[in-house]
């Protein structure tokens, strides 16, 4: 008899495959049955490996460009651009849910405007700062779509939910009241990505959100220009 005891996490699968070359009908089909049980169990493991793989060399990459970053030139303050009359406000996989939401975008007021830009010069947004806030909109000639990586992996989930998760557990302790909460939104057209905006942050996860969203934005450009 052939016993494999696999540790996922924290389950413990135990799957014990006879090897006698006398196996009955019955007995052979059981032993298929298990074994194919086993192989759904190691595909489904390294689809998760490769996934938290994927997204721990994003951060890795992330890392690296922030240790060399030097900052950001300041621009002139530029009027920002009418927002679309539609916005798709993404969740984190946090309750109360995890669902695209379709709701009208508040009017928010922003000071100054900062061009992101290639290291060649090429314009990929511009980022508008306001107070507690800032809105991210995409130059008219980038195509980026939500699934470019390393959006959703990073940006999304390594990055915006896991501030709001953190002010989520702060407002349940009472550490700070339910509307700080930082909030966040994706604007598109079509399936491209036309805007970014998010709410509720003071002024050191401003300056992170700055380098983190220019960070991402070039790595889907080099990623865009990869494919053509």
């Known amino acids: 008899m052939l016993c494999l005891t696999i540790n996922f996490d924290k389950q413990q699968t135990t799957i014990r495959i006879e090897g006698r070359g006398d196996l ?24 998760e490996i490769e996934a938290e793989l994927e997204g721990l060399r994003a951060l890795l990459d992330f ?4 240790l060399v970053e030097k ?4 621009a002139e303050i530029v009027k920002p651009t009418p927002s679309p009359s539609v916005e798709e406000e993404l969740l984190p996989p946090a309750p109360p849910s995890s669902s ?23 314009l990929l947004a511009n980022l508008y700062m306001g107070e507690g806030s800032l809105r991210v909109v995409l130059a008219e000639d ?31 302790t009472g550490e700070m009241p339910p509307d700080r909460i930082l909030s966040y939104s994706v604007v598109r057209e079509g399936d491209y990505l036309r805007e970014i905006t998010v709410r509720n ?28």
């Open 100 to 122: 695209v939401e379709v709701t009208a975008p508040p009017v928010l007021e922003f000071e100054q405007a900062i061009p992101i830009k290639t290291a060649t010069g090429e």
């Open 24 to 47: 009955t009908e019955e007995a052979e089909g059981d032993k298929i049955k298990k074994m194919a049980e086993l192989r759904v169990l190691l595909e489904k493991r390294v689809r």
């Open 201 to 228: 942050v003071d002024a050191e996860r401003a300056s992170e959100l700055k380098s983190t969203i220019r960070w991402t934005l070039e790595k889907m450009y080099e990623k865009m220009r990869a494919s053509v």
């Open 63 to 66: 890392v690296n460009s922030a």
């Open 142 to 172: 980038k195509r980026f779509t939500v699934d470019v990586p390393p959006f959703m992996a990073f940006l999304v989930e390594r990055v915006l939910a896991k501030m709001q998760e953190k002010d989520r557990e702060a407002a349940a």
């Open 71 to 74: 900052g950001f030139k300041r």
